[in-house]
């Protein structure tokens, strides 16, 4: 028979695996217990950071547009502070009784031209209110009639004077002083914004009177105008010329085409 002692010997092994038993599944149960990964608010998370990049990229995007509007605005204010500049000392080298390009020193003294039928006709560049200014108005000397035109000008009244030199190159296409009015008139038209027909203007001033004392000048504003008018490799090919062209143009020519030249970003 077994005794007391050899009957407690496998009961208490036997509580020990038990214990041990338990030990090893506690893990794994308490493991079981854990909530399952939460993946939906993954994917809203996900959906917010590429929502938020969208908004930094548009906002980039809108950023770069008003910087280019406010460069584009900073341009046209210096371009009309130019022009206002250069209004203000064309008018005062005219009010000083400068003479023209060709002009006679005495309006008296200016010759008649032969009127020719057969000559075409400029047509005037109709911009705005320009009917102060009837046909009858226009004096029967050419001398007269560009004197006309030239206090218009001085005047600061750019509209009237614009139809003033169109009606002067009508009636006397040959006068010593129609290149002098070919020059005006464009600069009138790029002074009252026309800029497809200043340049006209100013390639017919440069195709008639090449070699003239304004033809630099004329060079330097018809890349104005072109620049204007958006033709910016045609722009700037005209104010590189101007130097390779006239060579001896006046400082005051040359600094205006290189600051037109270096607003327009062109390369050298």
Same mark, same amino acid.
């Not at 030199?165 to 290149?179: D, K, M, S, V």
């Given at each position: 028979? @077994? /005794?007391?002692?050899?009957?407690?010997?496998?009961?208490?092994?036997?509580?020990?695996?038990?214990?041990? *038993?338990?030990?090893?599944?506690?893990p794994a149960s308490a493991q079981t217990q854990l909530p399952p990964p939460t993946y939906g608010q993954a994917d809203q998370r996900q959906d917010r950071i590429e929502e938020l990049e969208t908004q930094l990229r548009d906002a980039t995007a809108e950023n770069e547009?008003?910087?280019? =509007?406010?460069?584009?605005?900073?341009?046209?204010?210096?371009?009309?502070?130019?022009?206002?500049? =250069?209004?203000?000392?064309v008018n005062q080298s005219l009010s000083q009784g400068a003479p023209a390009e060709g002009a006679p020193r005495s309006p008296a003294a200016a010759p008649q031209p032969e009127r020719r039928s057969e000559a075409p006709a400029p047509q005037p560049q109709q911009t705005?209110?320009?009917? %102060?200014?009837?046909?009858?108005?226009?004096?029967?000397?050419?001398?007269?009639?560009?004197?006309?035109?030239?206090?218009?000008?001085?005047?600061?009244?750019?509209?009237?004077?614009?139809?003033?030199?169109?009606?002067?190159?009508?009636?006397?296409?040959?006068? %010593?002083?129609?290149? /002098?009015?070919?020059?005006?008139?464009?600069? %009138?038209?790029? +002074?009252? %914004?026309?800029?497809? *027909?200043?340049? /006209?203007?100013?390639?017919?001033?440069?195709?008639?009177?090449?070699?003239?004392?304004?033809?630099?000048? +004329?060079?330097?504003?018809? *890349? @104005?105008?072109?620049?204007?008018? *958006?033709?910016?490799?045609?722009?700037?090919?005209?104010?590189?010329?101007?130097?390779?062209?006239?060579?001896?143009?006046?400082?005051?020519?040359? /600094?205006?085409?290189?600051?037109?030249?270096?607003?327009?970003?062109?390369?050298?």
């Amino acid at each position: 028979m @077994m /005794d007391s002692a050899s009957l407690k010997t496998p009961r208490r092994f036997a509580a020990l695996l038990a214990a041990a *038993g338990f030990l090893f599944a506690l893990p794994a149960s308490a493991q079981t217990q854990l909530p399952p990964p939460t993946y939906g608010q993954a994917d809203q998370r996900q959906d917010r950071i590429e929502e938020l990049e969208t908004q930094l990229r548009d906002a980039t995007a809108e950023n770069e547009r008003i910087q280019f =509007e406010l460069l584009q605005a900073q341009r046209e204010i210096q371009r009309l502070r130019g022009l206002v500049g =250069e209004l203000a000392g064309v008018n005062q080298s005219l009010s000083q009784g400068a003479p023209a390009e060709g002009a006679p020193r005495s309006p008296a003294a200016a010759p008649q031209p032969e009127r020719r039928s057969e000559a075409p006709a400029p047509q005037p560049q109709q911009t705005g209110s320009l009917g %102060t200014l009837p046909a009858s108005a226009l004096p029967g000397d050419a001398g007269q009639a560009y004197s006309v035109a030239r206090e218009l000008l001085v005047n600061g009244k750019y509209a009237e004077a614009e139809v003033a030199f169109a009606q002067f190159l009508q009636a006397f296409p040959e006068a %010593t002083t129609a290149a /002098d009015a070919r020059f005006w008139y464009a600069f %009138t038209l790029y +002074a009252r %914004t026309n800029y497809e *027909g200043a340049r /006209d203007g100013f390639v017919e001033y440069l195709r008639t009177a090449p070699n003239g004392p304004r033809a630099p000048e +004329a060079q330097a504003r018809l *890349g @104005m105008a072109l620049a204007q008018l *958006g033709q910016t490799r045609q722009a700037c090919s005209a104010f590189a010329n101007l130097p390779r062209r006239y060579p001896s143009a006046p400082r005051n020519v040359r /600094d205006l085409a290189t600051r037109e030249a270096t607003a327009l970003r062109c390369t050298a």
